[in-house]
């Protein structure tokens, strides 16, 4: 017969023990991507990392290298995939993906629309941009505050008591992190604190965030226009929503 004194007592530890434990899930957005056209790629298939993006993905790999990484999970666009493929290696884990970590959809994917190509004065885009709070040209900001919440959960679970790293985009990152700071989600684009390979970590205490940090590993890598704050260049690469 089991001693029920005992049972109570594990039952007790293994209550205290996971609220107490410490798991951080950090959300890395993908490096830079080769995109001659300039295009807005989104979803698309086919966009992979430029050889600079692959040199910010292996400068994360090295500095995560001495952290407590036991899960390690992508997008399933390619630049998320290959942007995890260093960290995953470096820590001897397989590389999962989910499919809750993609971008964000976007009915302008496959064109150019940025700073001076008139994407805005053109009277067939209009109707896409009726309301900025929603958003009315693409997948709806609680969408995807619901998934990214459930993909980072799914990642707390698998690495409880450790680090994951979950690789994905600058709007889905940048819109769950607003969302866990408790800001408007509607916003600039360009203010958006989420530059390439860079790490939003959450820190939670059992189930509980309790904390959200934010670094850039790769940031002398980066091009200048391309950071926080930075003037947007006409003609040049787009600076946001990838």
Known sequence: ?????????????????????????HLM????VHNPEGV??????????????????ERVAEHLAGRDITHVVASPLERAQETA???AKVHGLTLDTDGRLIE?????????????????RRPANWKYLTNPFRPSWGEPYIDQVVR????????????RGHEAVCVSHQLPIWIVRS????????????????????????????DKIVSVGYSEPARDLVPAHLLPGARP???GTKAFGA
């Open 40 to 57: 807005l790629y989104g979803r698309r298939p086919g966009y992979h990392l430029s050889d600079l993006g692959v040199r910010m993905a």
């Open 148 to 159: 990214m919440m459930g993909a980072l959960t799914a990642a707390r679970d698998a690495a």
């Open 233 to 235: 260049v006409k003609g």
């Open 104 to 120: 964000a959809a976007n009915v302008f994917e496959g064109k150019t629309f940025g700073v001076g190509d008139g994407a805005l």
């Open 29 to 32: 957005r993908h490096g830079e």
């Open 179 to 206: 969302f866990v700071e408790r800001r408007r989600l509607a916003h600039d684009p360009r203010r958006r604190q989420c530059t390439l390979a860079s790490l939003t970590s959450f820190t939670y205490q059992g």
């Open 85 to 87: 493929a260093p960290l």
């Open 1 to 25: 017969m089991s001693d029920p004194t005992l049972k109570n007592e594990t039952s007790e530890k293994s209550e205290k023990g996971e609220k107490g434990d410490i798991t951080v899930v």
